[in-house]
């Protein structure tokens, strides 16, 4: 079965610190994605990235970055000099193929979320 | 602009009514979800729909029911046998193929008394 981890409930910093959110998958499958997503107090899931089992290059995007190792099946999350507005409920998701009759299709499995706190 | 619209935002219910929850989408996507959101926990999947009058059930169907006779309209019904209504849920979307993330509307809050 696929299982996603996020060992950290929550994170408290003060702005401008990094903060690093740890995610720990396990999977059979030799192709998956891995997802990011932001969950302001809106409510609404923001889409932040995707990776995919066969790209192990790390990826930078503004003040987020993001350190995929295959090899200890971690997908772990760092906002760098951390602002107010990062404050959010952060999910970690790996997909997971869908049952017959669908093809070609996935589910999302999420790990429990990291609820970051930014004080100013 | 595009987007998926959850209506409404909270909605409040006595126990052992049925409530159905409205989610709409004009991003022309074919695939669409329900997910239930508990404190503490992720996201769980209810039901799923890849085409038009065409859906399955997810993790957790029981007590649930959906219905696809438009592509843009995926509306989720919580009928009185679901055990445990209170909860946060979730519409999304997405084109097809594997590299196609999941676009999310804003949710409903679902309160049964």
């Known amino acids: 079965a696929q299982k996603v981890t996020q060992a950290q409930t929550e994170i408290s910093v003060v702005e401008k610190e990094d903060v690093t959110l740890d995610c720990v998958y396990e999977t059979r499958d030799t192709t998956y994605y891995l997802f990011w997503y932001k969950q302001p107090p809106s409510g609404e899931l923001v889409f932040l990235i995707r990776r995919n089992s066969f790209d192990e290059q790390n990826e930078i995007s503004g003040r987020y970055s993001w350190n995929f190792q295959k090899s200890t099946s971690s997908f772990n999350f760092t906002i760098t000099a951390s602002q107010v507005v990062d404050s959010a409920v952060y999910f970690c998701a790996l997909s997971e193929p869908l049952p017959p009759p669908v093809k070609g299709d996935y589910k999302l499995s999420f790990g429990a979320g990291t609820t970051v706190t930014v004080r100013a | 602009d595009g987007g998926i619209t959850q209506s409404p935002k909270y909605l409040f219910r006595k126990e052992g009514q049925n409530v159905t929850l409205s989610c709409e989408q004009n991003l022309n996507h074919d695939a669409m979800y329900w997910y239930r959101q508990d404190p503490g926990q992720g996201l769980r999947l209810i039901y799923y729909?890849?085409?038009?009058?065409?859906?399955q059930k997810g993790d957790i169907a029981e007590g649930y029911s959906v219905s696809r006779e438009k592509k843009e309209s995926f509306p989720l019904t919580v009928t009185s046998a679901q055990k445990n209504p209170t909860a946060f849920y979730l519409c999304?979307?997405?084109?097809?193929?594997?590299?196609?993330?999941?676009?999310f509307g804003n949710g409903t809050r679902l309160t049964v008394t």
């Open positions: 999304a979307s997405r084109n097809r193929g594997w590299d196609s993330p999941l676009h």
């Open positions: 729909s890849q085409i038009v009058n065409d859906f």
